[in-house]
């Protein structure tokens, strides 16, 4: 496998479960990031994990809980969330600049489409 | 106050025409990047093009340019002899500088879909 795979790409909960959002990244890179995106508003940054060491927590809610294992894995938590999270949460990963001129870009699994009733 | 601004919710083009995407952008630092991203109906984020903002030419890959403006502080992506597979939703993005650490901040992002 290559780039950055995200399991599951679906998902229906209800608000007292707990479920968990899988991402890898096959890409040697050392940041991964949890973006969450709601119909028609920009794409929100949730958590940031540079070297497995958590460097941002966007003011999320405590219902969402990151885990990075090493620097190969994420994971995000749910767990008694509300209908307002229904969203495509996108996992992306990148290599840390070394130069000036490095882009930087975010690679980006497909998303796990998450629906709360 | 926003930090990147796409204006046009949606455009339609006819496959073979160029069409030009719309993307203006807020920032206090010297030195920021910009770039584009394409997001299918798969869901995946696919990375299109980057632009420094010390350089001194627009950037081009493929069919996909920049005409990057500083003064105006605009990032306009430029397809030429657009596909149907062209059709998508477009994000324009910026890496800055916020509290010690580069972030990457997105547009709202617009849906082009390119006519037969």
């Known amino acids: 496998e290559t780039g950055v795979t995200q399991t599951p790409r679906h998902l229906v909960m209800g608000m007292t479960n707990k479920k968990s959002l899988k991402c890898e990244q096959h890409?040697?890179?050392?940041?991964m990031y949890w973006y969450k995106q709601s119909a028609k508003k920009p794409l929100e940054l949730m958590f940031v994990?540079?070297?497995?060491?958590?460097?941002e927590n966007n003011s999320v809610p405590s219902r969402f809980s990151p885990e990075c294992p090493n620097s190969s894995h994420l994971f995000l938590h749910l767990h008694t969330l509300q209908p307002e999270d229904s969203a495509l949460y996108l996992c992306?990963?990148?290599?840390?600049?070394?130069?000036?001129?490095?882009?930087?870009?975010?690679?980006f699994g497909e998303g796990s489409r998450l629906t709360v009733l | 106050a926003q930090k990147i601004t796409q204006t046009q919710p949606g455009m339609f083009v006819q496959e073979k025409e160029a069409v030009t995407l719309d993307c203006t952008y807020d920032?206090?630092?010297?030195?920021?990047?910009l770039f584009w991203y394409k997001q299918p109906s798969s869901g995946e984020m696919i990375f299109l093009i980057y632009?420094?903002?010390?350089?001194?030419q627009n950037a081009t890959e493929g069919r996909y340019s920049l005409n990057f403006q500083k003064a105006r502080k605009s990032a306009n992506l430029v397809i030429s002899a657009s596909q149907l597979g062209d059709s998508a939703m477009y994000f324009c993005?910026?890496?800055?500088?916020?509290?010690?650490?580069?972030?990457?901040?997105f547009g709202k992002g617009m849906k082009l879909t390119v006519n037969p």
């Open positions: 920032t206090s630092d010297p030195s920021y990047g």
């Open positions: 632009q420094g903002s010390y350089d001194q």
């Open positions: 992306a990963s990148s290599q840390e600049r070394q130069r000036l001129r490095d882009t930087g870009e975010l690679f």
């Open positions: 890409l040697g890179h050392n940041a």
């Open positions: 993005a910026m890496r800055e500088i916020q509290g010690g650490s580069e972030k990457l901040v």
């Open positions: 994990y540079n070297f497995k060491e958590q460097t």
